[in-house]
């Protein structure tokens, strides 16, 4: 397999190598003149294969790294400083100062996102907008919380004044397959709830980063938003060893979040927000409607090269339709076009990880060894920054890609008589995220939904798995998650219920009303948010 050499349209052109050469701490982009790393892209942009530099990025140290904590810690002033102790209406000020800015950034970090990770143009803008998006949605939610809060409450001859506080200093670190879009599901409610933040952007995607760095400095006080480049263990450990960090949010591996938890010294003083990886399956059961769950199957298993947590990773199918399935879905995998990110109708695109062709490759073999078939004509077909996805079948519990979460094109098929199979897989495995379920009767499906519901988090009837509408909650259950990302959610998991209580007394009582009359406190305040 050798994929097409075709000129580069002029708007995708590295014309000028961006070399980041300043970090975000107390306020300033102070500039870095120690050791930096180049930025690839798999990308070739040349007739013969080579990897394209797009860059540079510094790599810090631990002294910096505890910079940034110190940093993070002085904006927070326990609890005392001017970021948790702001007006809600202020705090959303600055994130709508932020986010004007950042629109004017589009397409830059479009062009960042095609070339860094190799997601194809539609995804990538769809990326850019959808995080727009979940910041002004985030926003109207935390509006609605307030207007929710600002209200006194009586039970038992206490008044009560509740409302959501901050928790202090949060980590965040986020993933490559969605470095903007799902970094920022953790940072903006982090933020937009009283927080003080240190970003360490992903090992991928790093450099898309830079152009919102200005916007970041100038819409937010001084220390509140802290980003540092570098080694995550040369930067994560030293913030983590240090005991002062309160909330640590992840999106990325369990392995990596277990590490860094277990480096904290006071475990029970440390908030967990984690996004984690799955296996999630398809269920699709003899009366589906086959066009239909092929479809959603291809879109499940195969958007962005099947480089997404959310994506389907194993395929059960009944034995009484599998041999149809197969054929059908095979068809539509080579059919798939792969081709650069820009170019029109491309499906498939260059893995952005160096090392991934051969890991598919060797679950692929292994899956071979044991008795698995590739059903598709191009399935394992390689290029240097590629491997063409394959479809496997019959595939056992034995093999390396029924156990292993792939993250890459390659697609498992396995073939059910009883559905207890899949059931007990599922709650064998270490993961519980979601499951798609394809079928139309009710009597099969109602208590299939009923099992499946304490398996997972969310049943997909009939389409795809995916993260979205944003709205909606983004969990998991055993290693997939912890905590839950919605847009309502999120404001909840960076943030603590905490309210001032007053006995019912005349002398309390005048002091509440001076308080409401003169508005010398932000916490204290029934004023609505229009």
Known sequence: MKAPFIEIPEPYKIKTLLHQNTYLVDGELKHWE??????YSTISSTEK???????????????EALDALNSSLDAYDKGQGLWPTMKVIDRIACMEKFVKQMKTKREEVVKLLMWEIGKNLPDSEKEFDRTVDYIYDTIEDYKQLDRDSAKFEKNSGVYAHIRRGPLGSVLCLGPYNYPLNETFTLLIPALIMGNT????????????????????????????????????????SPIMKSGKINVLALIGNSKSANALQAQHPKGNRLRLVLGLEAKNPAIVLPD????????????????????????????????????????????????????????????????PEVEKPEYIKGLIDDALSKGAKILNKKGGEMTDNFIFPAVLYPVSKNMRVFEEEQFGPVVPVVSFSDIEEPLNDMAESNYGQQVSLFGKN???????????????CRVNLNSSCQRGPDVYPFTGRKDSAFSTLSVHDALRSFSIRTFVASKDNAYNNAILKELLEEKTSNFISTDYIL
């Open 288 to 351: 589906a409607d086959l066009d239909l769950a092929v479809d959603e199957c291809i879109a499940g298993t195969l958007s962005f090269n099947g480089q997404r947590c959310t994506a389907l990773k194993v395929l059960y199918v009944h034995e009484s339709i599998v041999e149809e399935f197969n054929r059908r879905f095979s068809y539509k995998v080579d059919q798939l076009k792969f081709a650069n990110p820009w170019e029109s109708g491309a499906k498939l695109t260059p893995l």
């Open 442 to 456: 009710i009597h099969t499906l109602s208590p299939l939904i009923d099992t499946l519901v304490n398996l997972v």
């Open 197 to 236: 933040v240190i970003f360490k952007p992903a090992k991928l995607g790093v450099l898309l980063i830079s152009p919102l760095l200005e916007a970041f400095q100038s819409s937010f006080p001084k220390g509140v938003v802290n980003i540092i480049y570098g080694r995550g263990r040369v930067l994560a």
């Open 34 to 39: 120690g050791e930096t790393a180049e930025v």
């Open 49 to 63: 294969y080579k990897p394209t530099l797009l860059g540079t990025i510094p790599q810090l140290g631990e002294n």
